[in-house]
DNA sequence: TGGGGATTGATACAGTATAACATATCACCT
DNA sequence: AGGTGATATGTTATACTGTATCAATCCCCA
């Protein structure tokens, strides 16, 4: 299993590649990607990083006119529903979907794990897997019923281990 | 792989060897077992349950003389760090290590993976383990530098299952 | 054209967590 | 005994995260 998150890329076409897959999916989805939500993804999109619900706040405040807490939480649920981002409970915070193009956006059997960086807050996302993730032989034999999964680690990416790497 | 939590139990006795096997280790570990930390930790061997720091402040403050939030985050950072508590990121909250005689305080391949019931919040523990918790391979693959690991499902409790499971 | 569903705006508030500084306690050394 | 440092606790204030509520708007479509 792989990692997508800490490779170099072409920023702008990944940013732009995401947006029209959001659009597409989002159209035959019949669910309506207003700009409001648009702009709240663009702004995940720009990092590959968490963030949290009033950074994001916070950007979009420059344009001026205010915006209030529940206009960026709104927006966040639609895109956490829409599967086009993820929420990081580690760090109450939330970053954008990588695996767009792998898999169907309610696919039940995707189940991500991520790769938290403490320093820089870079967010990975590995494809896991029911089937090794720990917890469905436990789930089977005490017969609870899992609706949701969280798996994620925390530590230090490939370029921030390089350098200080103190806590 | 089982997981403890659901079944029927003798509970007062298992709140007291629990608080035993507390005092020894932290005698052993050279760690102040305190008065305000042993309270805190009692609260939470009572129920089985994921509390909340404010729930937890709630009944310290039941003794007459105020308690302030501080107070709380301290002993819970102690019961963590000695390995005596887990927080349960999904629900911001707290709930007693289940496993304490299983393993050691400090012992790194001991990855807990958590059942939470959406209902009654009762958290069961399931001892997990690097090999299967779905990072390992990805965090090598990359890079990437693990330190602590988060395995958590939400669901239903074979308990509440029974009955109305209505989100 | 007007009714209903979804979306957005705005105010207020609830819940979770920590910063900063003061005080207390205790072991240990001289 | 008195000083000193490490650890723990008390207190106040504040930061961060998230939601309830109600009003206004937009848009599709019968």
Partial sequence: MTA??????DHSGC???ALERAESR??????????ARR?????LLQGHQAMGAYDILEILGKGGHSVQPPTVY???DFLLRAGLIHRIERLNAYAACMLLADHDAGDASHVPA??????CRTVAEAEGDRSTDGLTDAAAASGFVVETRVVEAEGLCPACSEGGDRP
Avoid at 26 to 35: E, G, V
Avoid at 39 to 43: L, S
Avoid at 114 to 119: E, K, P, V, Y
């Fill in 26 to 35: 989002c159209h035959d989805a019949k669910l309506q990607f207003t700009p």
């Fill in 74 to 76: 709104r927006a966040l």
């Fill in 114 to 119: 991520f790769l938290i960086c403490r320093q």
């Fill in 39 to 43: 702009r709240v993804y663009e702004i």
């Fill in 4 to 9: 997508l998150g800490f490779e170099a890329h």
């Fill in 15 to 17: 940013i732009d590649d």
